[in-house]
């Protein structure tokens, strides 16, 4: 049980005092949002500079900022060692997440929504040449509707193959990526025979590069 003792006739708890946590840092709430937006800003700035990151996210980019501000605020708004126990709990989710989500993983699904859009396109043409063998290939490629991400990413080129009577016998299809500067380096080519080419280099892929499997 605590005692007492009479100090200038004031009665005061004799024991000690029970520890407080102490969580908020002694800045102010100005001052924790202000460095909260100078960090997030600075941390985002890099990457959304030549506009990349909009691009390969669109308005959820907007978010990820919200979250990143929000993390901060938090961070400042801590003690010190509490901010050191949020580095200790989040770092290691946002290396995971990071391997989880690297470019090569963002990249595959717009390079798979490609590829088909590829194979429809070269589909279609083959089915048209079918049912069409006197005249050939079409002038122009079918219109289809391409899937959100081949849309957004890539362009589509229609290259036919005339004969000395100018006959459509054969062509490609290129696919090369609308802005290579986000990390979106692979162009694909499709032949009329069905095979997937692609390259890494800055231009469109040619027979003769590697072949999809």
């Given at each position: ?67 990143v501000l929000l993390w ?44 088909e859009a590829l194979r ?23 219109t289809m509707t391409l ?67």
């Open positions: 049980m605590t005692g007492f003792k009479f100090d200038g006739g004031k009665m005061e708890p004799n024991g000690e005092r029970q520890p407080s946590l102490h969580f908020r840092s002694g800045l102010r709430w100005s001052r924790v949002g202000l460095w909260a937006g100078l960090f997030a800003v600075a941390l985002f700035t890099p990457i959304d500079w030549s506009g990349c990151g909009y691009f390969r996210h669109g308005a959820v980019e907007l978010l990820h900022f919200v979250y901060f605020v938090i961070f400042f708004a801590l003690r010190l060692k509490w901010r050191l126990l949020l580095l200790v709990v989040t770092a290691p989710l946002v290396f995971f997440s990071l391997g989880l989500h690297g470019i090569a993983e963002e990249n595959a699904a717009p390079e798979a929504a490609t590829v429809g396109f070269q589909s279609s043409l083959n089915a048209h040449g079918n049912e069409h063998q006197q005249q050939g290939y079409p002038e122009s490629p079918p899937s959100p991400y081949a849309e957004k990413f890539y362009f589509f080129r229609y290259v036919p193959t005339r004969d000395a009577g100018g006959a459509i016998v054969g062509y490609v299809i290129q696919a090369t990526p609308k802005r290579r500067e986000c990390d979106f380096s692979v162009s694909f080519t499709i032949t009329d025979d069905g095979k997937v080419f692609y390259t890494y280099q800055q231009r469109a892929a040619m027979a003769g590069d590697k072949t999809l499997e």
